[in-house]
């Protein structure tokens, strides 16, 4: 049986050729912890839950990576709102979450790795990036020089404005172009933070700083995948800016292609 996906980077319906027929390797983008699963949030866990049966029926290897993302403003918002301390916030709604999908009948992933133990991760794909002349550091923050990157905006399809008007941000002075992004940016002390070798300074020797959202996954994907994969999947609304902004960021970093797939599910 050959099986047939829709590729979102193509936008066809393609036969499925995995990299390694001796197994399959998937990345799924997983939930923000800040608040409860609402059932958009459901969709794609029931959704690459199903295509991840599908391919252990006709792979003899499944490796299914789905992560949890416990760094983020939304959660400092959350914390800040309530009063509750960012890990009572982030345990509560992980377990929550968990208990929610297991009573939708999901299966657990192979793999399901949080942010936060992958900051060291992080920062050495950052230097990496510094080194490639793939991005910037200003005023305590590194960001991804976006106009590097000449495939820019492939997966998308949005020409030069509607990048802009589509980063879900207001465009910082500091940065050299509308369109980059952020990949690290300082922390106070009340925020999440982590020593890193930018933005030091007499009031913040040690550059404490916390990842932007799109490095997480980039990270974490090749930790449990390798750099080239097969699928990469989430909801639709993760095209832009997140997972072209992952593309920028891993396939910048050397010459390998990243993910093979993109697939992608539409809203309820």
């Known amino acids: 049986m050959t099986l047939h996906i829709h590729d979102t980077l193509s936008r066809k319906k393609v036969a499925f050729e995995p990299r390694d027929e001796t197994n399959v390797r998937m990345y799924v983008c997983g939930p923000t912890v800040y608040d409860l699963a609402h059932i958009g949030n459901a ?4 959704v690459f839950d199903v295509l991840s049966r599908l391919l252990r029926r006709l792979h003899p290897k ?9 760094v983020d403003d939304k ?64 005023e305590g923050h590194v960001l991804f020089d976006v106009p590097s990157m000449p495939d820019y905006g492939r997966l998308s399809r949005l020409n030069r404005d509607e990048l802009v008007a589509g980063a879900r941000v207001e465009v910082a002075p500091y940065k050299r172009d509308p369109a980059d992004f952020v990949l690290w940016k300082p922390s106070t002390d009340d925020l999440p933070g982590w020593d890193s070798p930018w933005g030091r300074s007499p009031e913040n020797p040690k550059g404490r700083g916390r990842p932007g959202w799109h490095l997480e996954c980039s990270v974490m994907s090749e930790k449990f995948l390798g750099p080239e994969f097969d699928i990469h999947g989430g909801g639709q609304d993760l095209i832009f800016p997140h997972h072209e902004n992952e593309i920028a960021q891993s396939t910048c970093r050397g010459d390998a292609g990243f993910a093979k797939y993109w697939m992608h599910n539409g809203y309820l």
């Open 43 to 46: 969709r794609p866990v029931v």
């Open 62 to 70: 499944v490796t299914y990576v789905r992560n949890i993302t416990d």
């Open 75 to 138: 959660i400092n918002a959350a914390a800040k709102e309530s009063g509750e301390t960012i890990q009572t916030i982030t345990e509560r709604t992980t377990k929550i979450f968990h208990q929610d999908m297991a009573a939708l009948g999901a299966l657990d992933p192979d793999h399901e790795p949080r942010a936060t133990q992958h900051i060291d991760g992080m920062i050495d794909l950052i230097k990496t990036l510094l080194a490639s002349g793939h991005a910037y550091e200003a």
